[in-house]
């Protein structure tokens, strides 16, 4: 592995145009549950129950429920050093974009600001009509409304079933095939459009490295591939690129 380490830390130190896609597992030093992993919060909820069109028009109570449990989890939580590398990156190249799939804000309190949250945010609701998007967490009300036009608010969080914002994958796909090093940082890489962005970059002749404990469906297309925590890795490439 200490290979792998030294080959991405050459990577970065010549990359100009620098992506990096984060999923979960780069909140799992910071105490947030994967949605896959062991204790995963899939394991205790079918998504079908909870994160879907579908079960808000059957429930939308038991939604909120679970959006509201996820807000207070995650207010107890805070970055963690591979949320804080990340926020580093974005003033030490010629041009960076961090695209999350991560709903939790984390990388926002980091500091990171040239970021896409493609999956939407936790602490963001809309209006069920009107489309409105504000900042929101839940309150006293099980049902909240939306207060100019009484219509029910709804998670601002991209379900199963739907897709992310077009502008935001339009944004995505372009700074992947502009990039020459992308990095791959906590993901399963089961759900697209994310999962493909990586082989898009690779595709266009970008460096590709993965960081994750496990290998993923992604792994063999990948440069580098370094079996890690995130939040430990990080800080040692960070550290040995001497940036
Ligand atoms: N550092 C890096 N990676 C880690 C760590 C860690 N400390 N701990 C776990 N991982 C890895 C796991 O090995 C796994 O590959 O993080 C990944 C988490 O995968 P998932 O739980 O599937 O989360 P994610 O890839 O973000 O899911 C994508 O699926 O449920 C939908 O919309 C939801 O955004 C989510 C999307």
Same mark, same amino acid.
């Given at each position: 592995?200490?290979?792998?380490?030294?080959?991405?830390?050459?990577?970065?130190?010549?990359?100009?145009?620098?992506?990096?896609?984060?999923?979960? +597992?780069?909140?799992?030093?910071?105490?947030?549950?994967?949605?896959? !992993?062991?204790?995963?919060?899939?394991?205790?909820?079918?998504?079908?129950?909870?994160?879907?069109?579908?079960?808000?028009?059957?429930?939308?109570? @038991?939604?909120?429920?679970?959006?509201?449990?996820?807000?207070?989890?995650?207010?107890?939580?805070?970055?963690?050093?591979?949320?804080?590398?990340?926020?580093?990156?974005? *003033?030490?190249?010629?041009?960076? $974009?961090?695209?999350?799939?991560?709903?939790?804000?984390?990388?926002?309190?980091?500091?990171?600001?040239?970021?896409?949250? $493609?999956? !939407?945010? $936790?602490?963001?609701?809309?209006?069920?009509?009107?489309?409105?998007?504000?900042?929101?967490?839940?309150? *006293?009300?099980?049902?909240?409304?939306?207060?100019?036009?009484?219509?029910?608010?709804?998670?601002?969080?991209?379900?199963? +079933?739907?897709?992310?914002?077009?502008?935001?994958?339009?944004?995505?796909?372009?700074?992947?095939?502009?990039?020459?090093?992308? @990095?791959?940082? +906590?993901?399963?890489?089961?759900?697209?459009?994310?999962?493909?962005?990586?082989?898009?970059?690779?595709?266009? !002749?970008?460096?590709?490295?993965?960081?994750?404990?496990?290998?993923?469906?992604?792994?063999?297309?990948?440069?580098?591939?370094?079996?890690?925590?995130?939040?430990?890795?990080?800080?040692?490439?960070?550290?040995?690129?001497?940036?």
């Amino acid at each position: 592995m200490v290979d792998e380490i030294t080959r991405a830390v050459e990577i970065l130190k010549t990359a100009k145009t620098v992506a990096v896609l984060t999923g979960a +597992g780069v909140s799992a030093e910071s105490n947030i549950p994967t949605f896959r !992993g062991e204790g995963g919060l899939w394991k205790k909820y079918r998504a079908e129950e909870l994160a879907t069109p579908e079960a808000f028009n059957r429930n939308p109570e @038991l939604v909120w429920e679970w959006y509201g449990y996820r807000q207070k989890l995650v207010l107890g939580c805070r970055p963690n050093p591979a949320h804080e590398v990340i926020e580093k990156m974005e *003033d030490c190249f010629d041009d960076f $974009l961090l695209i999350t799939q991560n709903v939790d804000g984390l990388h926002r309190r980091a500091g990171s600001k040239k970021m896409l949250e $493609l999956h !939407g945010n $936790l602490f963001k609701s809309r209006c069920t009509v009107g489309r409105t998007i504000l900042d929101f967490t839940l309150g *006293d009300d099980p049902l909240p409304k939306c207060e100019s036009c009484g219509a029910l608010l709804r998670p601002h969080i991209v379900w199963f +079933g739907e897709s992310p914002d077009p502008m935001k994958i339009q944004l995505a796909v372009e700074h992947s095939e502009k990039c020459d090093v992308f @990095l791959v940082i +906590g993901t399963s890489a089961m759900v697209q459009p994310a999962a493909y962005l990586p082989l898009i970059a690779k595709k266009m !002749g970008a460096k590709v490295i993965e960081i994750n404990p496990k290998s993923t469906p992604i792994t063999n297309d990948m440069d580098v591939s370094i079996r890690g925590k995130a939040g430990e890795i990080l800080p040692e490439i960070w550290t040995k690129a001497g940036f």
